[in-house]
């Protein structure tokens, strides 16, 4: 209650600043700390994935609101045995899926987000699932033991679906999510470049969704039970 009780006070605080004369005045009171690298004490991003370090590349171009990079996790299991794959349905809208700048060959962070002739973000998406830690705090930051990156040329102002398949092994047979674990699998959009497209106001929500699997004992027969979004139903 107490969380539920947060949230709906700050989304109230949040449409009073965005819906009043205050939002405009603040704005034009607004004094950046820095536009650049030129004063920072770190290193130069290389365009690998590494940090702490500056980036300074300039964050490129934003779309108009209508249209923004969009996400949904439409179909997802809610419980899965240990060593079975992970499937789920993703669908994006104001994306073209046709840049991924290799992060293994310098491309992270080192392009401008780019819109392509109509206005949509050009980019990708990535979808990954990570193990929650216990109790209800925020996880601890971590890499996901599976990850994809979709870059299949598609995507358009039309919602589309990709289907996601994570091998529930590693190469050598052994699980990869052991029973009792509790996971958040989720999908976001990125530019060229990796980073959450831009976005024309700062109350718009950026393109991810998350959701949350429960692992159980390994093998067997047992019902899965996938939840869909779209319908609203479990089988």
């Not at 370090?53 to 299991?77: H, K, M, W, Y």
């Not at 290799?102 to 962070?109: F, M």
């Amino acid at each position: 209650m107490i969380r539920r009780t947060s949230i709906v006070a700050v989304v109230a605080a949040a449409a009073a600043v965005f819906g009043s004369g205050a939002y405009a005045g603040a704005q034009a009171a607004v004094t950046p700390l820095a536009v650049d690298c030129t004063n920072s004490q770190l290193a130069p991003h290389t365009g690998f994935q590494d940090g702490p370090a500056c980036s300074d590349t300039a964050i490129g171009e934003v779309p108009d609101e209508q249209n923004g990079a969009s996400l949904l996790i439409t179909r997802f299991p809610e419980k899965v045995r240990s060593g079975e794959d992970i499937v789920l349905q993703v669908s994006t809208r104001n994306i073209l899926r046709d840049r991924f700048l290799a992060a293994g060959q310098g491309g992270y962070y080192a392009e401008s987000s780019l819109l392509t002739g109509d206005g949509i973000v050009r980019g990708h998406f990535h979808a990954g699932c990570r193990v929650l830690d216990a109790g209800e705090n925020a996880p601890t930051p971590q890499r996901s033991p599976v990850f994809k990156a979709v870059e299949d040329g598609k995507g358009s102002k039309v919602p589309d679906t990709v289907t996601v398949t994570f091998a529930g092994q590693n190469a050598g047979g052994q699980p990869i999510f052991t029973n009792g674990q509790n996971l958040q699998c989720a999908a976001w959009t990125g530019d060229g470049s990796h980073r959450t497209p831009t976005m024309k106001f700062a109350n718009q929500i950026p393109g991810f969704d998350s959701v949350r699997v429960q692992v159980r004992g390994e093998g067997g027969n047992g019902a899965r039970e996938v939840r869909d979004e779209r319908e609203g139903k479990q089988e």
